[in-house]
């Protein structure tokens, strides 16, 4: 029988071996209890690390770094750090931990969609075999990154047109939409004396982040701005889309793991800062961008393009979570521009900003090393592979 150390979550044949899990590199001795991140290292998991630093928590960061580490570079020295894939978790990763907050799987419908059974094992089993290991150490606190496009209507639709809260009946579509709502019930199901689920139903997220995105919509435009002088407005602009600042919806991960367990326990809060329309968004981003220098004209198109739409009230945090946004569009506009010079993320067509992309570049590279072995080294076998034949492409 195994031991338990090396028992890892049940499911399909994506699921990757258990040797993955890894610890990476070296880290300073921490005392006491840790907040474990799992997907620590992306985009709003970064700035979510530096928050929880900042207020005086150690941090354990559990990820598989498809996109590397270097979000975390400012803070390495200071946080415990695993890699490997949440389906895969063990006993390891729970050491000392007080509380789980749970950002990881796939995070957006291009990917969830690319591959739907990847989506469903990360998303939705995953979501609840961590919650059994954080029960199984004793870990009560858990906050799962769940997302307000459960709400998604998909259609403009005047009558249907209304603003939602937590008790409003969903029925969402979309892939990914449906294994975050999947992965909310398997996780509440745990729920008992011992254990404390919080979800947190994520807005658009926007704004500038240490593992830069630029296929989320705010920052799509400043992207846009720079690369080509203007912005483009799909289907008119007309469609609704509740965001959040990232910096701001790091503080309401904070405000759930400190909130008092009677307030949060088994509760769900949309983490929302307002409901905007996309072209009302544009006219935001433009006006954030001309006080940085930077002329962006709107062009608008009314062609059907994967259209989201859905509104969404805030008001059940602000009142329970007492979370209040602070960021504006245009503040975190002016914030990213500064930043992308800093950072240098001026290379804006590079796969790694883009999640579909890069994780398309990832999976043909793995075919390749699979086929090379090596690139530079020398094979440590003298070995000689005949390729089946394959039929010839018409292009």
Known sequence: MASEESQSIPGSALVPKIESLRLVGSRTRMQGKSILVVGGAGYLGCVLVEELLSRGYAVTVFDRLFFGDFGLERVRDRIRLFSGDVRCATPKVMEDVSAVINLSGLSNDPTAEYNPEANHQMNTVATRTLGELAKRYGVRRYVYASSCSVYDVGIIDEERDILLNEESVVQPRAAYATSKLAGERELL?????????????????????????????????????????????????????????????????????????????????????????????????????????IVADIRSTFEYAGIRNYRVSGKKAFRVLNFKPEITVQESVKHMVDRIREYGYSDFDHDRYYNIRWMKLLEQAKKTIDITGTIFETPAQKTVVEMPPRMASNA
């Open 189 to 293: 199901s745990l729920m008992d004396e011992s254990f404390s689920p919080v979800i947190l139903r994520m807005g658009t997220l926007f704004g500038f982040s240490p593992r830069m995105r630029y296929d989320l919509v705010v920052n799509t435009f400043v992207k846009d701005a720079f690369v080509k002088g203007y912005i483009t407005l799909h289907y008119g602009g007309q469609m609704w889309r509740p965001l959040c600042e990232v910096r701001d919806a790091a503080r309401a991960y904070v405000m759930a793991l400190e909130a008092d367990e009677a307030q949060v326990k088994g509760e769900i809060f949309n983490i929302v800062a307002g409901n905007y329309r996309i072209s009302e968004l544009a006219l935001r981003v433009r006006e954030g961008l001309a006080e940085k220098g």
